[in-house]
């Protein structure tokens, strides 16, 4: 029940704050080499992912154009928490819009707004641009690659200012 009202908590946040969306996608996403883990480096939190830590999203392709998604990330006290949201490919001719639901029938629009050439790292953004995930193939990401995302979501009118690292801490 707790993991039900949190998701749907979620879901209204994210849903409330998304308008049409008239922000720029990348060009095209090979939705086969997008699959796997993503370390979430940055994001612009929800009050669910404050003081988050670990955070790992997982992409697996479904029948046709869908995505199954599995985002876990521990909390402060140390808490796993995992949720299972299924994605659709919305624009196929661009793969860089999904829409993504928690839950039935709610769907927000899922953006990849910054794709790194050979797919190291990656930022998906919503058209309100409230929220943003910086992510990696890696734990790590160089300040030299994370700079360049912050500059591109600049461009795009993201307020950095609100982006904060998570941290990711491996033994």
Known sequence: MKQTLTLLFLTIIL???CKENDMETVEYVDLE????DWYVIAII????????YNGIESYSRGEADKINITYTFYKKNGEKKVMHPKAKVYDTQSNA????????PIKFPYLVVDLADDYRYTA????????????????QMTEKDYNTVLE?????????EKIEKMKQIWE
């Open 15 to 17: 849903v409330c704050g």
């Open 33 to 36: 080499k997008f699959m796997g």
């Open 45 to 52: 939190p929800n009050f669910i992912e404050k003081e988050a």
């Open 97 to 104: 819009e999904w829409r993504v639901q928690f839950i039935w």
């Open 124 to 139: 998906v953004g919503v058209p309100n641009k409230k929220y943003v995930w910086i992510m990696s193939r890696t734990p």
């Open 152 to 160: 591109n979501l600049t461009e795009i009118g993201y307020d950095i």
